[in-house]
């Protein structure tokens, strides 16, 4: 962040939301967020390769273009809300949150996108990550309905939006001051649930129905296409918006596009140009995402469970889309009525977010004005996600079990043989890491007299492994390369290394052993380095 005080923030939430569409001379792509994963692309890829992107590189194009479009509209919006500045001269600060489902090279990925997309085109705009969405959510809520909570309240918020749903378990703290304050008890993570899948199996259901109609009775467009249409039409987006709510009728209707309001076909129950649904048939689509969101939630208090079992979780907060709607909050509250089947939730209250669709947004701008005024964040300590060490070498044991069938090699400058491909865990999954102060690890490196190298290659491992089963060695469990770092020594006086070797009486080479320290910054969903 810029130290000039911003004339605006902007909190953005980058989301599926559904919107009607209805030029006929516009390519619709919809429901790509999940694809900038690899492996998620790859899986729709093989399930459904019909309608699936044909490469990355056309997510990329997909998101690049949503977001130049984005930042056009944000633009055209806000810039006329500036007081005393012009748009391109303002000091605007654009805050973006992420799912938890995203790794660090998937936010890198990200974030070089949304500047190419113009966010970062003015010299005093800037770019960041700030919360993942469930955390952002959690911000908001705490901030707006802070006089519900009690000291040492447990907060479990699912945020459910269109594609992805993200889970964050919250202790709250300074309840009597102004400034109330989070911490992070479990690490965030998330599945992918959201009212997008209901949309996607309504369109698939009302597809078959339509393929049939066109058997006895030609339709004037093909079946896919209609589908897609009554799938994103207003009639169809508003019954799901209000499903269990006091308003809902056993039967409802969601008229076909482009068909003669004539047409009947009552063996796929079209009347008059309308599709006829049974309110059980889209209570089956919602159960589907409900049942998955509520195994997400059972996890969740499972592990909750695990790790604290004298605590209880006090509140269940809704947020997100799918939180929005009236047919989730009653299952949810049904299903975890006096706890359910969780003793460490025997008292939950479930609540929803002040404006859940806007709650992520609002928690990125009321996190970054917390720190404007006060210094520092709502949220002040989060669990880090996952283990982080770095490539190591140990000195030969023959007698330690880890050491056999380990490639050695001989130390010139000492003599001693070591096993390499070892790792040393610095930062472990689950531990808590205050916000914004840096972890720091140590190193050292022997380097020969007059030697001009000053600039030290290390591999930073990740694994998502418990702290119990971390690997020990490369090529063992999940353990892989998440990134090299190098650390410049150039500028640094040799006569601060630390000489050894140097009696005349020493056998060994004369070496020196230069120790110093690299900073690990864990933000929400990404790591940065510094020397």
């Given amino acids: 962040m810029t ?22 001379d516009k390519i619709y792509h ?16 093989t399930e459904d390769p019909q309608h699936s992107p044909k490469s990355f590189d056309e997510v990329e194009e997909w998101y690049e273009d949503y977001h130049r479009l984005l930042y056009k509209h944000i633009e055209f919006k806000l810039s006329s809300e500036l007081s005393g500045a012009l748009w391109h001269n303002a000091c605007v600060e654009f805050i973006f949150s992420v799912p938890t489902t995203w790794s660090p090279q998937i936010v890198d990925k990200y974030r070089s996108i949304v500047e190419r997309s113009g966010f970062a085109s003015c010299r005093n705009h800037t770019v960041s990550i700030g919360l993942t969405e ?9 901030l707006e309905a802070s006089g519900v909570f009690k000291e040492k309240d447990i907060l479990l918020v699912c ?10 378990v919250l202790s709250v703290s300074d309840t009597q001051t102004n400034a109330l304050t989070l911490r992070q008890l479990d690490v965030v993570f998330g599945a992918t649930i959201g009212s997008a899948a209901i949309d996607y199996d309504f369109e698939s259901y009302a597809r078959s129905q339509l393929e049939i109609a ?5 339709l004037p467009i093909r079946p896919e296409q209609l589908a897609w249409e009554m799938m994103k039409s207003r009639d169809f987006q508003n019954t799901k918006c209000e499903h269990g709510g006091p308003d809902d009728t056993p039967v409802f209707s969601v008229p076909i596009p482009k068909l003669d309001p004539a047409y009947t076909n009552l063996t796929v129950g079209i009347e008059y140009g309308e599709m006829r649904f049974a309110r059980e048939d889209l209570q089956k689509l919602f159960d589907k995402q409900v049942q998955k969101l509520v195994d997400l939630i059972d996890s969740q208090l499972r592990n909750m469970q695990r790790k604290f079992p004298n605590q209880q979780v006090n509140h269940l907060i809704l947020a997100g889309g799918l939180g929005h709607s009236p047919y989730v909050q009653n299952q949810l509250r049904t299903r975890f009525h006096n706890g359910g089947v969780h003793p460490n939730a025997a008292n939950i209250q479930v609540r929803v977010a002040p404006d859940p669709q806007l709650a992520v947004c609002k928690g990125l701008v009321g996190d970054r004005l917390r720190r404007l005024r006060a ?12 283990s982080y060490g770095t490539l190591c070498k140990e000195v030969f044991n023959k007698d330690n079990p880890l050491h056999q069938g380990r490639s050695t090699m001989k130390d010139p400058l000492n003599g001693k043989f070591y096993v390499v491909g070892s790792i040393a865990w610095f930062i472990k999954k689950g531990k808590p890491i205050i916000s914004d102060a840096p972890v720091t690890h140590g190193f050292h490196r022997k380097m020969s007299p007059g030697d001009p190298r000053r ?9 998502h492994a418990d702290e119990q089963f971390l690997p020990h060695h490369m090529g063992a469990g999940d353990a892989h390369i998440l990134c090299e770092i190098e650390s410049d020594l150039s500028t640094a006086d040799e006569t601060k290394f630390k000489e050894k070797n140097k009696r005349f009486w020493s056998l060994g080479k004369r070496y020196f052993r230069v120790d110093y320290d690299v900073k690990v910054l864990i933000g929400p969903a990404d790591v940065r380095f510094e020397l």
Avoid: Y
Wanted: charged share 25%; net charge negative.
């Fill in 214 to 218: 066109q058997m006895s009775s030609p």
């Fill in 134 to 142: 469930a955390e952002a959510a959690a911000v908001h809520t705490s």
């Fill in 159 to 168: 945020d459910a939006g269109g594609g992805t749903t993200d889970l964050s």
């Fill in 375 to 386: 210094g520092k964040p709502v949220l002040n300590s989060r669990c880090c996600r996952a």
């Fill in 455 to 463: 600039a030290f290659p290390t591999s930073i491992v990740e694994s």
């Fill in 30 to 45: 919809d429901w790509f967020k999940t694809f900038l994963d690899p492996v998620r692309l790859r899986q729709k890829q």
């Fill in 3 to 24: 130290d000039r005080k911003p004339d605006l923030i902007v909190g953005v939430d980058f989301g599926m939301t559904a919107t009607e569409q209805n030029a006929p």
